[in-house]
C-alpha cells in the first residue's frame, strides 16, 4: 500500500459528488430493501432511494441520534432492526454503554487501516494500543488495522502506567494509539521515575483519539508527531489530519453533513451545526444519516496536500443528554437503570468536571428517608454504575430534598473543554 493508491483523494468537486451520490444510491436501496427500520425510515418521510441525485436529497431521510438508536435497539433488540442479516451470521458484537450493540465488517477494517496508513503507521512500526478492548470496539479494531498494515501491535490498553513506561522503554516502542492525556500522563510519569524521554525514548507518532489541548506540549515539547482522527461507532474513522494539519480530511467512503440541529438542514461550510455521518460501504450494517451529537464546521478551502474533500475543521462542542468523559459516554437512560435497582433513591444527578486536568465524576442523590444506609448505598451504587458504564465515580454526596430541580439534566457536563 502507498499514499498513491487511492486516486479518489485526488478527484475534482464536481467528480466527488457524482460519485458519492452514485454510491449513496447503492447503498441505500440496499438498506431499503434488506433492513426493516431503513426501510420503515424511508417509507415514513416519503423518501424514495431510487430517486436520490444529490447530496440535498439526503435531507429527506430522518437523522438517527445516538439516544434514538439505543432505544430503537430496546424496542426490538439487538439491532433495532438495522441489521441486513441475522445478528448470528456475525463475526463479533460490541457493546457500548446504553447499552448500544455495534458489529464492523471487514469492509471496515478495510477503509479504517487506509486511516492509519494516511497518519504514518509502517511494517516496521512497534504500536502501543492503548485503547480499551473490554466490550467496545476501538481496542480490536485498531488491533486488526495494525495487524493487517503489517505492523506490530502492543495491546497495552488503558491503565497501568507504570508497566506502560517500561513496556514502551523496553520495546523500544514507535508509535502510540490512544487519548493524547493518557500518553502524556505516561510521559510525565516517565520522568518522575528519571528518565529524559526525548533521550530514552524512540516513540515519535502518535494517533490522537479526539481533540486534545495536550496535542501542542507533545508536539513541542517532546517532538511526537499526533495525528488527529474523527469518527465513532457505528460509523467507524470518517476523517483524518494530514500533515497539514489544517481540518481532518473526509474519507472517500463518508458522506459527512453539517446540519441544523433544530431544523435538520444541511449547513454550508464556515457555519457550526451537528456531524451526520453516511457510510458507502458495508452491507452488513449500512449506516444513513447517523447522528453524532458533536458540533462542528468544515471547510472547502484548498488544503496544501493537494486533497480535494471537504475538512472537519473543529469539533466545538456536543447537544444531547449523552456526555463524553475519560473516552466514553454516560447516557442518562443506563444511569437511570442503575439508579432504578436501588431502593431510597428519590433523585439523583451526575455532574462530570475538571480536577486540574483529569475528568472528575460526582453524583448526587436526594433520598426518600434519612434513616438509609448511605455507605452501603453508595457503595453498590459504584459497582453497579462501574459494571454498567465502565466508568469509575469519584465522589457521591446526598443533598437535602428540592436540590435537584424536576426539570435538571440527569447528566450535566460543567467543563470548559473536554480534555482527552
Known amino acids: ?18 460519485y458519492l451520490v452514485d454510491k449513496f444510491r447503492e447503498v441505500a436501496i440496499h438498506a431499503y430493501e434488506n433492513a426493516p427500520a431503513m ?43 438495522f441489521l441486513t442479516v441475522h445478528h448470528r451470521e456475525l463475526k463479533r458484537i460490541y457493546v457500548h454503554p446504553g447499552p448500544q450493540y455495534e458489529t464492523l465488517a471487514d469492509a471496515d477494517i478495510e477503509h479504517a487501516l487506509k486511516v492509519l496508513w494516511k497518519i504514518g503507521v ?50 523500544g516502542a514507535t508509535y502510540f494509539v490512544g487519548f493524547p492525556l493518557f500518553l502524556m500522563n505516561i510521559i510525565k510519569r516517565a520522568e518522575g521515575m ?41 460509523v467507524g474513522l470518517a476523517a483524518c489530519e494530514c500533515d497539514q494539519k489544517s481540518g481532518m480530511h473526509v474519507e472517500e467512503d463518508f458522506i459527512i453533513e453539517i446540519v441544523d440541529p433544530l431544523t435538520g438542514k444541511q449547513l454550508p461550510c464556515g457555519e457550526v451545526g ?36 471537504i475538512r472537519l475543521a473543529e469539533v466545538v462542542g456536543r447537544i444531547g443528554e449523552a456526555v463524553k468523559t475519560r473516552g466514553m459516554f454516560i447516557h442518562p437512560l443506563e444511569a437511570e437503570d442503575v439508579v432504578s435497582k436501588l431502593s431510597g433513591i428519590s433523585k439523583f444527578q451526575i455532574l462530570v468536571s475538571h480536577l486540574g486536568m483529569r ?22 451504587f459504584k459497582r453497579a454504575f462501574q459494571d454498567r458504564c465502565r466508568l469509575k465515580v469519584d465522589k457521591v454526596e446526598f443533598v437535602s430534598r428540592g436540590t435537584i430541580p424536576d426539570d435538571a439534566k440527569k447528566v450535566m457536563d460543567l467543563r470548559e473543554e473536554v480534555i482527552l
Open 1 to 18: 500500500m502507498n499514499e498513491g493508491s487511492d486516486q479518489r483523494e485526488w478527484m475534482p468537486v464536481e467528480e466527488r459528488e457524482k
Open 39 to 81: 426501510k420503515k425510515r424511508f417509507d415514513e418521510a416519503g423518501a424514495d432511494p431510487f430517486k436520490v441525485k444529490s447530496i440535498d436529497d439526503l435531507e429527506k431521510i430522518p437523522i438517527v441520534g445516538r439516544d434514538q438508536f439505543i432505544q430503537m435497539q430496546r424496542e426490538n433488540p439487538p439491532f433495532g432492526g
Open 274 to 309: 451537528e456531524i451526520i455521518i453516511t457510510t458507502l460501504f458495508n452491507d452488513v450494517l449500512p449506516r444513513i444519516r447517523f447522528g453524532s451529537g458533536d458540533l462542528a464546521y468544515c471547510t472547502d478551502e484548498p488544503c496544501p496536500c493537494g486533497r480535494t474533500s
Open 359 to 380: 475528568d472528575f465524576i460526582a453524583v448526587r442523590f436526594e433520598l426518600t428517608e434519612e434513616d438509609v444506609d448511605k455507605e452501603k448505598l453508595v457503595n453498590i
Open 122 to 171: 509502517r511494517k516496521d512500526d512497534i504500536v502501543i494500543n492503548a485503547a480499551s478492548y473490554h466490550l467496545v470496539p476501538a481496542g480490536l479494531l485498531f488491533d486488526d488495522m495494525i495487524t493487517t498494515l503489517g505492523a506490530t501491535v502492543v495491546p497495552t490498553g488503558v491503565g497501568n502506567t507504570d508497566l506502560q513506561v517500561q513496556i514502551i522503554h523496553d520495546l
Open 194 to 234: 528519571g528518565y529524559d524521554f526525548k533521550r530514552d525514548f524512540v516513540l515519535k507518532k502518535a494517533l490522537a483519539l479526539g481533540t486534545s489541548p495536550v496535542r501542542k506540549s507533545l508536539e513541542e515539547d517532546y517532538d511526537i508527531d499526533t495525528r488527529e482522527v474523527y469518527g465513532f461507532l457505528p
